[in-house]
């Protein structure tokens, strides 16, 4: 039977570090060093970074030609699903600025740098700005092939296209019918999505050859002081996730959508469980329907929520990138305005609209938000492995939170249903 992949990326974990004390920065087979490890390992972080932008363009423009939502339906999914968010930012942004966990962190990041080639770093990126006019005119792309050129990918800007053809292409596919050649794109956006994702799945089975050597190198350097600092990243990760699901979902479920927690969290136990164990919220989808049912959800709303509105509802994979990067930035030193934190906000949806349930999801978009706040190539290259050893854990709660946002939103408009008693 083949070992799960967070138990092959404890095994990469293990053995990373036996390897890292062992030989330190020594030799361990014919001119073979910890040092050459972390290097291979880093290849594997690179190529994640390359699929990532044109697999959430495929995933934006596919999930827009599927979706049947009228206009009201939509405004009342989009309007919840954006208040969800911004409070999951909210709570991110307050645990990361009060507490400060990345300053414990600073020492750390520097030596990863400096080991990666580049030097120190404490500026805001050239060209950062807080006229919301500049920002936003950095957001539209002056051509169409100019967002997939630029370092890192430009999220903000392949979202905003793929939106606009998504939708050109539904119009015409209604106007035209499936016989005419314009479905042939959407059938291409649907076949680009879905080989990206078998490539993908290649590509995330090598990360627990990355997390070994990436540790090797690292803990070969440094020592086993490294776990004392992902203590804390894990800490703070976790704190966020578990606070928004179990503080502000089971209010908004018992107060607004009137299921009791014992409703809500009794009934959705099952789909949770799964969808943490999968470590994805899309193939938790049947047992979710399966959850709202027994809540008495109306199958509109279930569908709605957990059908169409999963690229929208990524309250988990929000959070975590957004505090990820905000930690980062403490660590390196930045000192980043309301403004700029707010962008790293949108750039966390914008990332994760494109591939939400999808396992790792992510650790697959969280290059593209550090990019955003301006983190350094080295860094952002040198840090992932080292982050992705203990997202094991991270990544299964994200999940759930994703699961149990699902099942909160189909709640909300359900009680927002015209006609329909109060449960």
Not at 376 to 386: D, F, K, N, R, S
Request: charged residues 15%; contains cysteine; hydrophobic residues 55%.
């Amino acid at each position: 039977m083949r070992l799960p992949l967070y138990v092959r990326v404890i095994i990469g974990v293990l053995l990373g570090t036996a390897c890292g004390l062992a030989f330190g920065e020594g030799n361990i087979f014919l001119g073979l060093t910890n040092r050459h490890l972390g290097d291979l390992g880093l290849l594997v972080i690179r190529l994640l970074r390359a699929m990532a932008v044109p697999l959430i363009f495929f995933g934006v423009v596919d999930a827009f030609v599927r979706s049947e939502v009228s206009g009201k339906q939509g405004m009342k999914l989009v309007a919840i699903c954006a208040f969800n968010v911004s409070v999951a930012f909210l709570i991110g942004m307050t645990l990361i600025n009060t507490f400060k966990p990345g300053v414990a962190w600073k020492d750390r990041l520097d030596a990863i740098e400096a080991a990666a080639g580049g030097g120190p770093a404490r500026k805001a990126p050239e060209g950062t700005s807080l006229d919301p006019m500049k920002n936003l005119s950095g957001y539209v792309p002056a051509n169409l092939v100019d967002p997939f050129q630029k370092d890192n990918g430009n999220v903000i800007s392949v979202v905003f296209l793929a939106i606009l053809i998504g939708i050109s292409l539904r119009r015409l596919i209604i106007r035209h019918g499936k016989q005419s050649p314009v479905f042939r794109l959407a059938e291409i956006a649907e076949g680009g999505f879905e080989v990206l994702v078998g490539v993908l799945a290649m590509v995330v089975q090598a990360i627990p050859f990355a997390v070994f050597g990436v540790l090797a190198q690292v803990i070969g350097r440094d020592g086993i002081k490294v776990f004392g600092d992902l203590g804390v990243y894990v800490v703070a990760m976790v704190a966020g996730l578990v606070l928004h699901a179990v503080g502000y979902y089971t209010l908004a479920a018992w107060f607004v959508g009137r299921r009791s927690p014992k409703v809500y969290w009794g009934e959705g136990a099952g789909a949770l469980f799964s969808g943490m164990s999968m470590n994805s919220s899309l193939a938790t989808v049947p047992l979710t329907l399966q959850s709202l049912g027994r809540m008495k959800i109306s199958d509109a709303s279930a569908r709605l929520s957990a059908c169409i509105g999963t690229n929208l509802n990524n309250d988990g994979i929000v959070l975590y990138d957004a505090m990820a990067a905000l930690f980062l930035s403490q660590a390196l030193g930045y000192d980043l305005t309301l403004s700029q934190q707010a962008v790293v906000a949108l750039a966390s949806l914008m990332a994760g609209i494109g591939i939400s349930g999808i396992p790792d999801a992510g650790l697959i978009v969280l290059p593209l938000v550090l990019a955003t706040v301006g983190l350094p190539e080295a860094v952002i290259v040198g840090v992932l492995p080292v982050l992705f050893s203990v997202d094991w854990l991270i990544g299964r709660v994200r999940s759930g939170v994703n699961v149990m946002s699902d099942m909160l939103v189909a709640i909300l408009l359900d009680r927002f249903e015209e006609g329909k008693p109060a449960a």
